[in-house]
């Protein structure tokens, strides 16, 4: 072989072999970069699962920690905190307590259950260990929502399965007491959910709210109307003590009020937009009336208690007046109940409850954590002595004295007392406000 030849021969030899040792190397590259992805996936997969793992593990922990509180004593009873505020607990239901309602005498507090049982609770002997009770057995339904008729004679009830009202009527008082007798049926009302029924104090008319309206019946069963109220979806919709208005507040920021109107011979006329609440920053969650249909509380999602003064000349298009807005000291879902002389507004979230003076919108209570479940209603007595709460799944009533609203009213009575313009006068305001004192020397300073 030629020396040229042999040069040809290493020289292609040599390429070769450079050949093969940057493939491998580009090969070796290639594998460590695949296997690096590999393992960043396997890595990244791991984070995700772990933290799935924790987001779990810190919701289970959240939705059981307001249980930590209450211990289990037999099948699905709990033993509740107590409180020097604490009138009495009523039990018996034995599923979820979904509505409460006083009569107007206040002498009886009705419940409905999902134990498909509605119930009346003597407010006598408050003392006792066990409290009295009637119940009246709803078939193979239970009663959502509940009322009492204005002259309580009878409790009116919504049937979540069957979408309509039933009317469970009352005997007279007599020396056994009362019971449940005859029941009267509405027809069918909708498909849609309703979320709350009221009926007028003058007897007039019964209102439902549904998710996207409310409907006015009169208390035959014949709907006399049925008002959108372009805020779906609706949240609570209820009827003014006066019987003159009907408030539905939902999605919207805005609380809108109707009014339903009626000839001087008692024959409906319409229902009209009358006036709105505006303030919040989100959606309403809840709004009540005090008795006198002058003031309202509402509760938002924002986080907000609002007072409002709706005395005003609304024909005129004159706003209601914002009075106070306080903020809540937790966010869940939340009930707003004011009471019935609007000195107080009691709010409930979730398993608590907060007491505000409606003049000066600070909390005058902090009653927190005390049902085992989500609040589910509540309901004041007529003459502003106590407040009822119904905690949903502990299956439990807790009665609550009104010890904010007595309170409030030495205050007032102070404030006033050396503006009397007579001896007489002084004299029977030195007596309330010496009564009072000793009302609130029965319950401990908390």
């Not at 292609?12 to 050949?19: D, K, N, R, Y």
């Not at 106590?386 to 205050?411: E, H, P």
Request: with cysteine; proline share 3%; hydrophobic share 35%.
């Amino acid at each position: 072989m030629s020396d040229a030849a042999a040069l040809y021969t290493a020289l292609i030899a040599g390429a070769t072999v450079l050949l093969v040792i940057l493939l491998l190397s580009w090969l070796k590259k290639s594998t460590g970069k695949a296997t690096e992805e590999k393992e960043r996936e396997q890595n990244i997969k791991q984070e995700s699962e772990d933290e799935k793992e924790k987001t779990q593990e810190d919701q289970e922990r959240i939705k059981s920690k307001p249980l930590k509180k209450w211990k289990q004593t037999s099948g699905k009873k709990w033993t509740l905190p107590s409180h020097p505020w604490l009138a009495a607990d009523f039990k018996g239901h034995t599923e979820a307590v979904v509505s409460l309602d006083f009569d107007i005498s206040g002498k009886y507090l009705a419940s409905s259950s999902e134990d498909r049982t509605i119930r009346l609770w003597s407010m006598k002997d408050l003392n006792d260990k066990e409290h009295k009770y009637i119940r009246r057995s709803v078939e193979l339904d239970h009663a959502s929502h509940i009322k009492f008729s204005p002259d309580s004679t009878a409790v009116i009830g919504y049937l979540s399965n069957e979408n309509k009202l039933q009317i469970y009527r009352i005997s007279k008082p007599s020396q056994t007491g009362v019971n449940f007798t005859d029941v009267i049926e509405f027809p069918v009302v909708c498909n849609l959910d309703v979320i709350s029924i009221g009926i007028a104090s003058t007897g007039k008319f019964v209102m439902i709210g549904t998710t996207t309206a409310f409907q006015i019946w009169t208390t035959k069963g014949e709907i006399l109307a049925t008002v959108e109220t372009h805020q779906t979806p609706n949240t609570c919709a209820v009827v003014s003590h006066c019987g003159s208005f009907v408030a539905c507040a939902g999605f919207t920021p805005d609380v809108k009020i109707w009014e339903v109107e009626f000839a001087k011979g008692g024959e409906f006329v319409k229902v009209s937009s009358a006036m709105q609440l505006k303030g919040h920053q989100a959606s309403v969650l809840s709004v009540s009336f005090s008795s006198d249909s002058q003031r309202m509380a509402s509760v938002s999602k924002d986080g907000s208690v609002k007072i409002w003064d709706i005395n005003v000349r609304y024909k005129q298009r004159e706003d209601p007046k914002q009075l106070r807005t306080a903020s809540l000291p937790e966010q869940g879902p939340s009930i707003v109940a004011i009471s019935p002389d609007g000195r107080v507004t009691v709010v409930a979230v979730n398993c608590s409850i907060y007491i505000y003076s409606s003049t000066s919108g600070q909390i005058m209570q902090s009653l927190t954590e005390v049902h085992g479940g989500g609040i589910t209603s509540l309901a004041w007595e007529p003459a502003s002595i106590y407040f009822a709460s119904a905690g949903g799944l502990d299956r439990y009533i807790r009665l609550w004295n009104n010890v904010a609203g007595q309170k409030i009213l030495l205050d007032e009575l102070k404030d006033k007392l050396p503006k009397a313009t007579s001896e007489a006068l002084k004299r029977r305001m030195q007596q309330q406000i010496e009564e009072t004192e000793n009302r609130l020397k029965t319950f401990q300073q908390t």
